[in-house]
């Protein structure tokens, strides 16, 4: 048994896992965030739609990097690399989305409670985005090494 092929699973069921639990707790922020303005007769902010569906992004670097780490057995990479690889990269990768979803949380109950912020909240959301990227990113550049 090739154990990099655990990690090339793990490398996408971790990211979606973290995507999962960040849209849960976005998407729960946001319900609550519209209920509050329901409630009092104003408008409820659409935008809070876009915040609910940040944390799905990495599921797609999560792909991405599964799609590398089977590139990488292909041309002949280590198992325990890709196994390490796909796990951590993953768990990074999931971790960034879920906690993504948490500062849209946050940023759902500030915007439905005052209207205002859309820019700033984007801002901190898109600086969460960037670890994934970078894992993503880094552990591209390091399983290039593998194709000769």
Do not use: H
Request: net charge neutral; charged share 5%; hydrophobic share 55%.
């Amino acid at each position: 048994m090739n154990w990099g092929l655990i990690g090339i699973g793990a490398a996408i069921a971790f990211a979606a896992i973290g995507s999962a639990l960040g849209t849960g707790s976005a998407g729960m922020a946001a319900v609550g965030a519209w209920k509050k303005c329901f409630m009092q007769n104003r408008p409820a902010p659409f935008i809070l739609v876009a915040f609910v569906g940040f944390p799905l992004s990495q599921t797609i670097y999560g792909y991405l990097l599964m799609n590398r780490l089977t590139q990488a057995v292909a041309a002949g990479a280590d198992a325990a690399y890709v196994l390490g690889a796909g796990i951590l990269g993953g768990i990074a990768i999931g971790m960034s989305a879920w906690l993504q979803g948490r500062a849209a949380a946050s940023a759902s109950d500030a915007m439905g409670e005052t209207g205002k912020g859309t820019g700033n909240y984007i801002f901190v959301l898109g600086i969460i985005e960037t670890v994934a990227l970078f894992v993503m990113v880094f552990l591209f550049l390091t399983t290039g090494a593998f194709e000769g």
